[in-house]
């Protein structure tokens, strides 16, 4: 008795399986890939907001991740290397530390002058007939948010100083308005840069739904791109309106100063005592 065996080819299309996977499981793979990296470059983007800055008191600002703060040093790494060795610092040489969430710890005030104008007047040498000139505070110019001293650019720590050294014989409180208007200006750099990393992610997004309109993941693209835009315009609101606020500080920090010097100068007043050429004691009253 012969047995019939029956067999069945079972038919693949070149188009619909390869390797036992769907063409459009292959594309949602994709699509998952894209969509993880760009999130990936989102995140990462804002984690770069979220930086501690040392700053010297030379001036000198570094990024960086603090570790630990000691008694007699600050241990860090370095932003841009974050998985490389841990620096020391030594406190003495740290103004500030600016912490990522925003508080801050200052370290060193700012060096002031071991004497006042009036200290350095009381103690000037007599001397027959001659007046040393008391050394004048310098005049300082602003330009959006910018101080210049002689024409040149200079340093927040240098600007702090000289403020400071001023409000300490005019009592003056620039140096109060000048702080506010600094901080207000570096929470404006904090929301522009946060506004930026928005849009770009939304720009990512939005090209992604226009690249692929019809993929499952399409309406996804398209809500993320336009809520990423909205909150970069939302971010850029507040950044400009600190910015102008910032720079109004600034400018009413610089010109107080310059009139408390001003009238400090007009109402400079010595007296002198000498001997004069005929052996006798006098004095002379200069204002």
């Known amino acids: 008795m012969t047995k019939i065996?029956?067999?069945t080819r079972v038919m693949e299309t070149g188009n619909h399986f390869k390797n036992g996977v769907s063409s459009k499981d292959q594309r949602s793979?994709?699509?998952c890939k894209f969509f993880?990296?760009?999130?990936?470059?989102?995140?990462?983007?804002?984690?770069?907001?979220?930086?501690?800055v040392i700053i010297l008191k030379n001036g000198d600002e570094i990024k960086s991740l603090v570790q630990e703060v000691g008694t007699d040093y600050v241990k860090y790494k370095k932003f841009d290397n974050q998985t490389g060795p841990v620096y020391n610092m030594a406190i003495s040489e740290i103004f500030m530390i600016k912490y990522a969430n925003?508080?801050?710890?200052?370290?060193n005030e700012p060096a002031k002058s071991s004497q006042t104008k009036a200290e350095q007047v009381i103690q000037?040498?007599?001397?027959?007939?001659?007046?040393q000139e008391p050394q004048k505070s310098p005049n300082l110019s602003v330009i959006d948010g910018k101080v210049f001293l002689?024409?040149?650019?200079?340093?927040?720590?240098?600007i702090v100083d000289i403020l400071t050294s001023n409000d300490m014989v005019t009592?003056?409180?620039?140096?109060?308005i000048y702080m506010k208007g600094y901080s207000k200006l570096q929470a404006s750099k904090t929301w522009s840069l946060s506004g930026t990393i928005f849009g770009l992610g939304g720009v990512g997004f939005l090209i992604a739904y226009l690249a692929s309109p019809n993929s499952e993941y399409a309406s996804l693209y398209e809500t993320f791109g336009y809520t990423f835009c909205g909150a970069s315009l939302i971010c850029w609101i507040p950044a400009n309106s600190l910015k102008?606020?910032?720079n109004k500080k600034i400018y009413e920090a610089i010109n107080t100063y310059n009139t408390s010097i001003k009238s400090k100068h007009s109402s400079d007043v010595s007296l002198n005592f000498g001997i004069t050429r005929s052996g006798g004691l006098g004095f002379t009253l200069n204002f």
């Open 29 to 31: 793979r994709g699509n």
């Open 124 to 131: 000037q040498p007599i001397k027959e007939e001659a007046k």
């Open 171 to 176: 009592n003056a409180g620039a140096t109060d």
């Open 244 to 246: 102008s606020s910032g």
């Open 5 to 7: 065996v029956k067999q």
């Open 36 to 52: 993880t990296l760009l999130v990936f470059i989102i995140l990462f983007g804002v984690r770069a907001v979220a930086q501690d």
């Open 102 to 107: 925003g508080s801050k710890d200052v370290l």
């Open 150 to 158: 002689n024409g040149q650019s200079i340093k927040h720590e240098q």
